[in-house]
């Protein structure tokens, strides 16, 4: 294997392993408040010194192409609008992180900064030298400072412990060693079956990569708790958040969507066979689903069963804990952004699926937002990037209410859209007095 093949295997695994986990004007750009040059400066001097750290490493030019491939990454995520920024979000990050460094005087005092990614999936991430990242989906799921003090404190035990650092060693050491270079030998000379000798070997790398992230978790949770429990927050919360992304599988994507229940309005019953399979070839250019979860992945974390244990070794007592009011605002604030940034972005299944799921629990807010979705998606299906925006439907093991929508969104022809959308804001216009529809219905009536 060759080295510019090794830096390009090297650095995809480094980018999946370090997350263990059209530029817009608009309310959560980065831009719009003045910080975009600012972040960037910050990231760009993370990355310098990344490259400085490996200044007389046996695989220091593998691995400056690695970081400088890392910098082009976070950057473009700018452009992507992968990261939003909200001032009371980034502001209680802020804060948590500075009581967790001002109580723990044995860190590294550095600068840090902290991204927020768009992302609905409960996690964070520390990239090192002071770069860290959430998930807005965290916010659905934390209630209180305490539980996001020890999710913070664990992401910053992984900075201490140099944990993104020893991942790249590793990696290097791997696409380096003498066992890569006979197997690929080996499998060269192969007649037959090339592919899934390659494959299974691969397998084997990964396992052993994902074998020593669980190492880390363990660790990380250790130093991260010995952080936390300086911090003065009631350590009964550190089991209250591990048990809470415990329970991901059971709350991801699980609400089904009651379509009667949104559509059956003004005489108009929808049209269940919208929901079935598409006969159809799948396009060759159809668009990733960036919200993927993948079960190994999250799984590359121990079970949270283990972790849990090993925190009540602590000996702590589980209390349990009602969500504060600030709270619930700050997820009412992320879910509100998820859903801004999925339809501008065109993630219309997520953020219908966001929708449907707030619909259902009576927060009428999101009335307006669904219809904006429908304005957006006529706009999609019109200019036939359907199957470039939306994935298509999947078997992929928690998606099951996400392929409905998808489904929905796929088999549904224009005339059936514009059909069902003016049913449904007619009913919420004249009958529930939603006056914010109206732009969406002049829309469809001008049509």
Same mark, same amino acid.
């Given at each position: 294997?060759?080295?510019?093949?090794?830096?390009?295997?090297?650095?995809?695994?480094?980018?999946?392993?370090?997350?263990?986990?059209?530029?817009?004007?608009?309310?959560?750009?980065?831009?719009?408040?003045?910080?975009?040059?600012?972040?960037?400066?910050?990231?760009?001097?993370?990355?310098?010194?990344?490259?400085?750290?490996?200044?007389?490493?046996?695989?220091?030019?593998?691995?400056?192409?690695?970081?400088?491939?890392?910098?082009?990454?976070?950057?473009?995520?700018?452009?992507?609008?992968?990261?939003?920024?909200?001032?009371?979000?980034?502001?209680?990050?802020?804060?948590?992180?500075?009581?967790?460094?001002?109580?723990?005087?044995?860190?590294?005092?550095?600068?840090?900064?902290?991204?927020?990614?768009?992302?609905?999936?409960?996690?964070?991430?520390?990239?090192?030298?002071?770069?860290?990242?959430?998930?807005?989906?965290?916010?659905?799921?934390?209630?209180?400072?305490?539980?996001?003090?020890?999710?913070?404190?664990?992401?910053?035990?992984?900075?201490?412990? #140099?944990?993104?650092?020893? !991942? /790249?060693?590793?990696?290097?050491?791997?696409?380096? &060693? +003498?066992?890569?270079? %006979?197997?690929? @030998?080996?499998?060269?000379?192969?007649?037959?079956?090339?592919?899934?000798?390659?494959?299974?070997?691969?397998?084997?790398?990964?396992?052993?990569?994902?074998?020593?992230?669980?190492?880390?978790?363990?660790?990380?949770?250790?130093?991260?708790?010995?952080?936390?429990?300086?911090?003065?927050?009631?350590?009964?919360?550190?089991?209250?958040?591990?048990?809470?992304?415990?329970?991901?599988?059971?709350?991801?994507?699980?609400?089904?969507?009651?379509?009667?229940?949104?559509?059956?309005?003004?005489?108009?019953?929808?049209?269940?066979?919208?929901?079935?399979?598409?006969?159809?070839?799948?396009?060759?250019?159809?668009?990733?689903?960036?919200?993927?979860?993948?079960?190994?992945?999250?799984?590359?974390?121990?079970?949270? #069963?283990?972790?849990?244990? !090993? /925190?009540?070794?602590?000996?702590?007592?589980?209390? &349990? +804990?009602?969500?504060? %009011?600030?709270? @619930?605002?700050?997820?009412?604030?992320?879910?509100?952004?998820?859903?801004?940034?999925?339809?501008?972005?065109?993630?219309?299944?997520?953020?219908?699926?966001?929708?449907?799921?707030?619909?259902?629990?009576?927060?009428?807010?999101?009335?307006?937002?669904?219809?904006?979705?429908?304005?957006?998606?006529?706009?999609?299906?019109?200019?036939?990037?359907?199957?470039?925006?939306?994935?298509?439907?999947?078997?992929?093991?928690?998606?099951?209410?996400?392929?409905?929508?998808?489904?929905?969104?796929?088999?549904?022809?224009?005339?059936?859209?514009?059909?069902?959308?003016?049913?449904?804001?007619?009913?919420?216009?004249?009958?529930?007095?939603?006056?914010?529809?109206?732009?969406?219905?002049?829309?469809?009536?001008?049509?």
């Amino acid at each position: 294997m060759n080295r510019k093949n090794i830096v390009a295997l090297c650095f995809f695994m480094t980018w999946c392993f370090l997350s263990y986990s059209q530029t817009n004007k608009n309310e959560y750009s980065y831009s719009n408040f003045g910080k975009r040059e600012q972040v960037i400066q910050q990231i760009e001097k993370v990355i310098k010194q990344k490259k400085d750290e490996v200044y007389s490493d046996k695989y220091k030019k593998d691995k400056v192409e690695i970081y400088d491939n890392m910098l082009v990454s976070l950057k473009g995520n700018f452009n992507d609008s992968v990261y939003v920024f909200n001032k009371i979000l980034n502001d209680k990050l802020t804060s948590i992180f500075e009581k967790i460094v001002a109580s723990n005087p044995q860190i590294i005092q550095q600068s840090h900064y902290t991204l927020i990614d768009k992302n609905i999936i409960p996690n964070a991430s520390s990239y090192g030298n002071g770069l860290f990242t959430v998930n807005l989906g965290l916010f659905f799921l934390l209630e209180s400072d305490a539980e996001l003090a020890f999710v913070l404190s664990h992401e910053y035990a992984h900075q201490e412990l #140099k944990h993104s650092k020893a !991942k /790249i060693d590793s990696m290097m050491s791997a696409f380096n &060693s +003498e066992d890569l270079k %006979n197997n690929t @030998k080996r499998i060269k000379k192969m007649k037959y079956g090339k592919g899934t000798a390659a494959r299974a070997f691969l397998k084997k790398m990964n396992f052993a990569f994902k074998k020593n992230s669980r190492k880390n978790e363990l660790e990380a949770d250790s130093l991260g708790f010995q952080f936390y429990k300086k911090t003065g927050f009631d350590v009964n919360a550190s089991v209250s958040a591990l048990e809470k992304l415990g329970k991901l599988e059971e709350l991801v994507f699980k609400e089904e969507v009651n379509w009667k229940s949104l559509f059956n309005v003004n005489g108009y019953k929808f049209d269940f066979t919208l929901l079935e399979e598409e006969e159809m070839m799948f396009d060759l250019d159809a668009k990733t689903n960036d919200y993927e979860i993948n079960k190994d992945s999250i799984r590359s974390h121990p079970h949270i #069963k283990e972790r849990v244990e !090993k /925190i009540k070794e602590k000996e702590i007592t589980i209390a &349990s +804990e009602e969500t504060n %009011n600030e709270y @619930k605002e700050l997820s009412r604030i992320a879910k509100k952004l998820c859903v801004k940034t999925s339809i501008d972005h065109a993630k219309l299944d997520i953020a219908f699926y966001l929708i449907s799921s707030e619909i259902a629990k009576g927060n009428e807010e999101y009335y307006e937002d669904l219809g904006s979705l429908l304005k957006k998606l006529y706009f999609i299906k019109k200019n036939r990037l359907i199957g470039k925006e939306i994935p298509h439907p999947n078997d992929r093991w928690n998606e099951e209410n996400l392929n409905s929508i998808r489904k929905f969104m796929h088999n549904i022809s224009l005339y059936q859209l514009k059909k069902l959308s003016k049913a449904f804001l007619t009913y919420h216009i004249e009958e529930k007095n939603r006056k914010e529809l109206e732009s969406y219905y002049t829309f469809y009536k001008q049509l």
